[in-house]
């Protein structure tokens, strides 16, 4: 519950304090204790963001931006992030499509960035080393001077049952067997998600499998800088600018390709 999510990292940390204070002379340890102090630290400021986040959608101070901003960069940004954390779970992070034609658009960066990673940070932390999450980005279509984009995240973890499919958008819910497994979590990330999702325009949708993983889709419109998007594309014409990647990461040398080629760059 939540006072458990609270206590936990606190005492952590205070004990974790203790213990560097009476091994000063000990730099191993104390390292060690940082550490440690540093970790529960994050999930308490994770809580924290959390609960700010659900006070401000029940008061309906919810406000969405809407600035300039370059769609596959942030995205881009957001899987950088999370990249590590991937690794650190033993799981293989792909994105098998970036195909973003209009990237220039208006939004509010920091928000997309959190529903992001709150879907992929979901997959991550519920399918079980050796494992695979697999992400996908696309624009379906474009209306009038709105991009219509999808985003996609799968996974090959626990799942979730149809009754607990029907709930999870509900505060501080969580499926059985990710309490009884003793995953960490509060579950309001879907909740603060779809809130949103909502308050963008946009829309989530899951389907799952128990023991087989789940898939989390979510689209969501934006409004296209078209000035901006067509000016960028003259000046690369008339650049005739072509580039060449070198990279020793299969998976990041396909995401640049993409990214460039979007761009009208010719890319070898």
Same mark, same amino acid.
């Given at each position: %519950?939540? #006072?458990?999510?609270?206590?936990?990292?606190?005492?952590?940390?205070?004990?974790?304090?203790?213990?560097?204070?009476?091994?000063?002379? *000990?730099?191993?340890?104390?390292?060690?204790?940082?550490?440690?102090?540093?970790?529960?630290?994050?999930?308490?400021? /994770?809580?924290?963001?959390?609960?700010? %986040?659900?006070?401000?959608i029940e008061q309906g101070e919810l406000i969405i931006k809407e600035e300039p901003m370059c769609l596959p960069q942030v995205f881009e940004e957001t899987v950088g992030l999370?990249?590590?954390?991937?690794?650190?779970?033993?799981?293989?992070? =792909?994105?098998?499509?970036?195909?973003?034609?209009?990237?220039?658009?208006?939004? *509010?960066?920091?928000?997309?960035?959190?529903?992001?990673?709150?879907?992929?940070?979901?997959?991550?932390?519920? /399918?079980?080393?050796? !494992?695979?999450?697999?992400?996908?980005?696309?624009? /379906?279509? #474009?209306?009038? #001077?709105?991009?219509?984009?999808?985003?996609?995240?799968?996974?090959?973890?626990?799942?979730?049952?149809?009754?607990?499919?029907?709930?999870?958008?509900?505060?501080?819910?969580?499926?059985?067997n990710t309490t009884a497994s003793k995953i960490p979590g509060t579950g309001v990330g879907l909740t603060i998600t779809k809130n949103l999702l909502d308050a963008m325009g946009?829309?989530?949708?899951?389907?799952? /499998?128990?023991?087989? !993983?789940?898939?989390?889709?979510? #689209?969501?419109?934006?409004?296209?800088?078209? %000035?901006?998007?067509?000016? =960028?594309?003259?000046?690369?014409?008339?650049? *005739?600018?072509?580039?060449?990647?070198? =990279?020793?990461?299969?998976?990041?040398?396909?995401?640049?390709?993409?990214?460039?080629?979007?761009? %009208?760059?010719?890319?070898?």
């Amino acid at each position: %519950d939540m #006072s458990h999510d609270i206590r936990t990292p606190l005492n952590a940390i205070l004990g974790m304090a203790a213990v560097g204070q009476k091994n000063i002379g *000990d730099e191993e340890k104390v390292e060690d204790c940082l550490k440690k102090i540093e970790k529960s630290g994050v999930q308490l400021l /994770t809580l924290a963001s959390d609960v700010l %986040d659900l006070s401000q959608i029940e008061q309906g101070e919810l406000i969405i931006k809407e600035e300039p901003m370059c769609l596959p960069q942030v995205f881009e940004e957001t899987v950088g992030l999370i990249r590590r954390k991937a690794a650190e779970a033993g799981l293989t992070l =792909e994105c098998t499509s970036v195909q973003v034609k209009d990237q220039a658009v208006m939004g *509010d960066a920091l928000r997309i960035r959190q529903i992001l990673l709150n879907i992929i940070s979901n997959a991550i932390k519920y /399918t079980p080393a050796g !494992g695979r999450v697999t992400l996908k980005l696309t624009q /379906t279509e #474009s209306k009038e #001077s709105y991009g219509i984009y999808c985003f996609s995240c799968a996974d090959t973890g626990i799942g979730m049952e149809p009754e607990f499919r029907e709930r999870m958008f509900v505060a501080f819910e969580r499926a059985r067997n990710t309490t009884a497994s003793k995953i960490p979590g509060t579950g309001v990330g879907l909740t603060i998600t779809k809130n949103l999702l909502d308050a963008m325009g946009g829309t989530i949708e899951a389907q799952s /499998t128990p023991g087989k !993983g789940s898939v989390f889709t979510i #689209s969501f419109p934006l409004k296209i800088q078209r %000035d901006v998007a067509e000016e =960028e594309k003259k000046i690369l014409a008339n650049r *005739d600018m072509r580039v060449l990647v070198v =990279e020793d990461n299969e998976l990041n040398m396909e995401i640049m390709e993409e990214f460039l080629k979007a761009a %009208d760059v010719q890319v070898e």
